[in-house]
């Protein structure tokens, strides 16, 4: 727990640094999370939630704005359920990841058995916690049909407001494992886009996030991440930022270390300053994740029209009827979700591309 406290620390002492110097018109979205912060003891937990009302309290709002919180139900109890909707948390969001004690014990990970885990739940709506998400996986070497449709069974018991699907993905240098096929991901996908849209949350096939609510899935963070391509500020060990001008990522993002080091100041990043291109590719390839991007923003990165700078990209992808352009959005088509990592791919920048091939000639 000292070493808890410590974390909290630093990452509070960096926070501030960061609002100091970057002043902010508008909160758009916070999110906690990528570890777990249920995993932290109750009074460390307590002051990092302490910190993150009063930076709530400070700045306006926009109109979408929630605060959002990863959880494990592994690290959950009532106490810090009381905690999270004390401090106006509205959403929280676990994975599962899949309803299956084998698969999950092959990954070295476990869950609590469904009715632990439908207690909980209760608990979170007890306590006026607006919207539960629940992120699943699919795209495993071992997974059958019938460990999809068990994990849509407990999705169904425990009737989270929003579901995340997310396709497993094998290291390729790793030759312990096979990667599977784009068909059977395909199939995967269905199965699972099919059962939720019989549950009744809503999604078109191809996005990643569904929803009972009128929303996109997301949390409001994400949603400006994803849609609106807004600058985002990570604050932590390992954190991602971005802005207009580039990438970067706090310390220790590369490091092996399984211990925290003694240092005194967690801000020092790796910065890297990224063409327009590169930046405009970033945006696409996490926007997809929800089945589409926007024209318009695309167009504010690269400050020209995309469909002059991805003139021949574009001209294939609409061809061959991988894509679907309706007023801003461009959205990918049944068959290019197929092939989305490859259509993903065409908005690269020139640079990467070329890399890529050469890369590609060698064998590599």
């Not at 709002?61 to 959002?68: C, E, L, P, V, W």
């Not at 949390?219 to 390992?238: A, V």
């Amino acid at each position: 727990e000292a070493d808890q406290q410590f974390y909290i620390d630093k990452l509070i002492t960096q926070a501030e640094e960061f609002f100091q110097s970057h002043p902010l018109d508008k909160l758009y979205g916070l999110d906690i999370g990528g570890g777990t912060p249920t995993a932290l003891a109750t009074e460390p937990f307590n002051r990092l939630l302490d910190h993150i009302s009063s930076v709530r309290e400070r700045y306006p709002h926009d109109k979408h704005f929630i605060s959002s919180m990863e959880f494990s139900f592994s690290a959950l109890d009532e106490e810090k359920i009381r905690l999270i909707a004390e401090h106006s948390i509205e959403r929280v969001s676990t994975g599962i990841q899949v309803y299956d004690r084998q698969l999950m014990e092959n990954m070295e990970r476990k869950n609590p058995s469904l009715a632990q885990m439908e207690k909980l739940t209760a608990e979170i709506r007890k306590n006026n916690i607006k919207v539960m998400n629940i992120d699943i996986m699919y795209g495993f070497n071992e997974q059958t049909e019938i460990m999809l449709k068990n994990t849509l069974y407990a999705i169904r018991v425990l009737n989270p407001e929003q579901v995340t699907l997310y396709e497993m993905r094998y290291n390729r240098n790793n030759l312990s494992h096979t990667a599977v096929s784009r068909e059977s991901l395909f199939r995967q996908y269905e199965i699972l886009y099919d059962g939720l849209i019989r549950l009744g949350y809503k999604g078109h096939f191809g996005q990643n996030t569904f929803s009972f609510r009128n929303d996109e899935g997301v949390s409001s963070y994400l949603y400006s991440r994803m849609f609106l391509g807004l600058p985002y500020k990570g604050l932590g060990i390992s954190a991602q930022s971005m802005s207009r001008q580039g990438i970067s990522y706090n310390i220790l993002k590369s490091s092996k270390s399984r211990h925290m080091p003694s240092f005194r100041h967690i801000g020092v990043e790796d910065c890297y300053k990224l063409p327009p291109d590169e930046i405009g590719a970033k945006y696409v390839c996490i926007s997809l994740y929800s089945g589409r991007f926007s024209v318009s923003v695309l167009e504010n990165i690269l400050q020209c029209h995309p469909f002059a700078f991805y003139r021949q990209e574009f001209d294939f992808l609409r061809k061959n009827g991988y894509v679907s352009i309706e007023n801003d959005i461009c959205y990918l088509t049944r068959q290019g979700f197929k092939y989305y990592g490859a259509v993903a791919s065409l908005f690269w920048s020139a640079y990467h591309k070329e890399q890529y091939l050469i890369a590609g000639k060698k064998g590599e």
